[in-house]
DNA sequence: CTTGACCTTCACACTGATGTCAAAGTCTAG
DNA sequence: CTAGACTTTGACATCAGTGTGAAGGTCAAG
């Protein structure tokens, strides 16, 4: 598929697209040499690329979130110099740090809305799952 | 204390510190009318400012956040208008989604670790614990 | 071949979060 | 009182993430 396309099922600017071209997030092919050309794995890729930045994940961090993520999907060994493997920890305590910050916030937010006297029409449906005291997934 | 102890204790550099009470996020009194004085609460404060902020929040919610905890500290009742708690319950999926992503992301970062030559090494002491396959808190 | 939809690169601009620097006021120790 | 450490405000700079628009290339339908 071509961006306009990708753009519209991603909900992602074309603009934003080439944006994370350029910082080596995606690497769409070239059909007719000037054509970005995307497959569906890129739409996934896209949406897991939102979801980290939206989280505050830099794109430089994310970049190598995701080469961790096809570097698994192909099957290849887990080898890094002494250094990354350092730096990647570092790295997993600045997420948990994250996680459990917002983990306390989405706590303090959800406890309000419950005992707000519009919960239960604000909360209904969809977001009914999410009002579990752990968060989801 | 003044703003220059407060640095020191929360690793927040004076210009940031600035910057959240511009944002409406801290609001120190001002002892000769000039300096800036701050307690043992807003140590608390600019902590937890600095993890939302880290985790993508941007300062805009981690304001009506941390008012929530407020509220609820000062015992007061939970009331807001109807399209408050719309605002607030989207908030919501968005910190839900946006923990999600992390988690994902987490537990990729995590698996690859165990699977390094260098795991050990690397995750020993104050990391260990952050290894389970959930994230803390 | 022309038209319209889509694509390309390039560039300017804005916001949010920060750093840095300058000019000037304040406070405390000596 | 003076020197040094600290503070204040304000301005300018940077980086990431975006929007927007210009100028022009590609392609498919009529």
Do not use: F
Not at 67 to 91: P, Y
């Amino acid at each position: 598929m071509k961006i306009g396309e990708l753009s519209r099922r991603t909900g992602v600017s074309t603009r934003l697209l080439r944006y994370y071209e350029e910082q080596g997030l995606i690497s769409p092919a070239r059909t007719t040499n000037t054509y970005r050309t995307y497959d569906d794995r890129d739409v996934a890729r896209v949406e897991q690329v939102v979801g980290l930045v939206r989280a505050g994940v830099p794109t430089r961090l994310a970049r190598v979130l995701l080469d961790l993520e096809d570097t698994r999907a192909d099957g290849l060994a887990a080898s890094c110099t002494r250094q990354v493997a350092q730096m990647l920890a570092e790295e997993l305590t600045g997420l948990d740090e994250r996680i459990a910050c917002l983990t306390r916030s989405r706590r303090t937010l959800c406890e309000y809305l419950q005992r707000t006297e519009h919960a239960t029409a604000v909360l209904e449906g969809a977001h009914a799952p999410a009002l579990s005291s752990a968060p989801p997934h």
